[in-house]
């Protein structure tokens, strides 16, 4: 294999959803660091997503969460829309509030099989223990298409505006 390379690094934010491409198919292994939160002060965590090149057609996937406290859920599912990846925390009773998002794409440039991602997110809320965050996921979409953007929606408000990204890759040997 060969060195990690830092595809892209920044910041975004203010919106509902955001999506990364023009990624060289160079890449085997793709990784996608987020940390961020959802403006949403409602609840503590909200849900988040992805789509694959834009599409809402033949996403699978399956999730063991522990948020908001207790509280532990596991899904799988098949359909279309989004693959629902986990919770990440939201900004509510604190505006400074972030948690991390991380995506690893094994086989990203490979299209002689399904796009497959392993997810996992945390986030510590340490002035309540209604709203700690973790979650374990694996997701993929029936389509050998290569990948030609990966979007992060934000089921719930937006992305706050200091949210910020790194994408690293491995290119093939």
Known sequence: ??????????????????TFSGISQDYQYLTLDLRT??????EYSREFGIQINGSSADYGYTAMY????????ASASHGTG????????????????RGAIKLWFGNYSQTDMNPTWIVSTVGWLYNTGNGSVYTS?????ASTDAIAS?????NSGNFDSDSRYC???????
């Open 82 to 97: 989004t693959a629902n990846m986990g919770y990440f925390p939201t900004q509510k009773d604190d505006a400074e509030r």
């Open 37 to 42: 939160s959802s403006v949403d002060t409602a």
């Open 1 to 18: 294999m060969s060195e990690v390379e830092v595809i892209a690094e920044g910041t975004f934010g203010g919106a509902t959803s955001v």
């Open 150 to 154: 990966i979007t992060v929606l934000c």
């Open 137 to 141: 996921a694996a997701g993929s979409r």
């Open 66 to 73: 522990a948020h908001r406290g207790a509280s532990f859920a």
């Open 167 to 173: 994408m690293l890759g491995w290119k093939s040997s």
